[in-house]
């Protein structure tokens, strides 16, 4: 107890203040940064729809386990390029939900309303903040 009193005394004459840094947040893989998520999103939805992107969800079928596409499948998702939303997080979402018909699909292969995966609104939500992600990542 001597010896933390002998280093707290002359930091607090010093003026010297000692902070507990905050957790550290870790974007998931392929991800450079957390900073400047749209409203709403958190890194929490980010690691989950990740998660679901590679599983559940289905989304890495068609779209690459990376997200940049399947030749005859799916479009890139890391390009910025985006076909059937404005690529905003919003729009992410909408697409998602409503999926894209054989018609409007690039490669003809369509993605039935939430990848035909039954996905909870909130799972959905996830899987789109992951999404958005990929073509944001220097945000």
Known sequence: M???RVMLVPALVTGMMWTVPPERTVP????????????G???DMVR???R???????????HGPDGKGLPELGSNLTDGQW??????????????EKGVSAERSSTGI?????????????????????TWTLSHSGS
């Open 2 to 4: 001597r010896s933390l």
């Open 83 to 96: 076909q059937h939303s404005d690529g905003s997080y919003k729009g992410i979402v909408g697409t998602i």
């Open 41 to 43: 999103v958190t890194p």
């Open 52 to 62: 679901l992107f590679g599983g559940a969800g289905l989304c890495y079928s068609c």
């Open 48 to 50: 989950e729809g990740k």
């Open 28 to 39: 998931p893989s392929g991800v450079t940064s957390l900073q400047g998520l749209p409203a």
């Open 110 to 130: 369509p993605m039935p309303p939430r990848a035909g995966a039954d996905l909870s609104d909130d799972q959905v939500r996830a899987v789109s903040a992951y």
